[in-house]
């Protein structure tokens, strides 16, 4: 039986069995994320905290700003339980009102600063957010625009805080008030709704629980083996699970170090900025990584603090893992995770070849991993399947989508990733595709992955991304989409090179364009539905 505790019956809780052997096993602690918050502030006072572009703060000077705020969001009428979409830059305010919403109770909405009114207004309604907190303009977007179509279209939007020039809304600035006492959550509610990470559709809520957060942020920072003197650069949007809690901004303070927030993840600026505040610990996706040590080639400043480099989001090929620790001289660790919960880690001791093949083994002794075949069976030990996960972190279900839960989560409350990998005897995962990546080509399937796999290893191809378009004869086709090294190679050609490799005639593609670069989502996906429509409506 699962439980739903009465404030939110949108969620499914975890049930009270598995819940109790989480508590006993000392992983859950039965504490909100504010008391855990209170806890660090009391341990590291005097520490530094937070810095951004323009300010550096202690712990005790951020608990001051996030005790004040959180009573300026209770007098503006934000009320425990209430959901506030955020949409904000990597900046200190991120971390303030972060904190100050879940010290009034408040369930924040963490949407990334990508997000435009398509998603924001979805992700506003499904929650049946009361207020949306956002910035004024963020690279060249005008977000109180965006507020005005979100106030339009969502009627439980009736409060809008914008960070900076507040137009017709109320300036964040203006949101403090003296320090009073709230009541602490439940530790098994849910303390933030994350945006699932799809390239497909629209987004979906996560409701991440305190005992679980503050866990995965912990058991995290544990693995990456931070301490105090570590400074964390964030340069992925914070309200992306990586960044913020594997082990990321959360971690990173529970450990008593220093985070620095960045909103531009160039290495121009962010080796300036590894210089500058002696920056140990960053985490990145594959395409920034393969930038970053490119740019070793002709930016100078010195690195040598950077003492790990975490990488995940997407598939790091080899190619690109390998030249880590040339270039950047930090230890390379890949991370396999998901906002639904489950996080694959290498770890710092691992031979060279596990950190460079593989995504990374479950963080957590209690991490349950099946890998099953289409019909939902085991698969046999090394053997490709899909990848279902149950544990102490992991989601009993999607916020507010009984339905889509029905198909999501398996009658024993497995979480069904639809990620394909294989296990090696180390308990390391292989990712090696998305089950649903799959282009059906006159009843034939072809999985994009193969083909895109393959085709990384011809000469002249950089990045490739294989993709189905619609077709009145076969249903579909199959059309590579390469970013060429030098000039891009004729369809002729890539198709005689995958039949060499053994690839069946059937599944080759049937056509192929060149692009100077790949659409990528707000965090380092190949955005296949953008390239579809690209090359759907130029064919
Ligand atoms: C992270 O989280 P999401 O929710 O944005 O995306 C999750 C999906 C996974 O299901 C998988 O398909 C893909 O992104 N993915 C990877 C990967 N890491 C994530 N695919 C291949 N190799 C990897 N290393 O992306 C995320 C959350 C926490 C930590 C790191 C990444």
Redesign the pocket.
Known sequence: MTTELAVQPNFIAFEDDRAQRYVDAGLWRGRSIPAAFDEWVDAHGHRRAVIDDGSEITYTELESRVRTTAAGFAERGIAPGDRVVVQLPNTTAFVVVLFALLECGAVPVLTLPAHRAREIVHLAALSEATAYVTTDVDGGFDHRELARDVVAAVPTVTTVIIDGDAAEFTPLADVRATERTFDRADSRDVAVLLV??GTTGLPKLIPRTHNDYEYNARASAEVCALTADDVYLAVLPAA???PLA?PGILGTLGAGAAVVMTRDPSPEHAFGLIEKHGITVTALVPSLTHLWCEATEWETANLSTLRLLQ??????TPEVAKLVQPTLGCTLQ???????GL?NYTRLTDPDELRITT?GRPLSEFDEVRIVDEHGHDVAAGTVGELLTRGPYTINGYYSAAEHNRTAITADGFYR???QVRMLETGHLI?TG?IKDVITRGGENVAADTLEDLLLTHPAVSRVAVIGIPDRDLGESVCAVIVARGAPPTLADLRSFLLDSGCARNTLPDRTVSRPSLPMTA?G?IDKNALIADVGSRS
Do not use: P, Y
């Open positions: 699932s990470g992306h699970n990586f594997c990488v995940g989001g997407a598939k790091l890949q991370v396999f995770g998901m906002a639904e996080l995504q990733s639809g990620d990712v998305r965090v996906k």
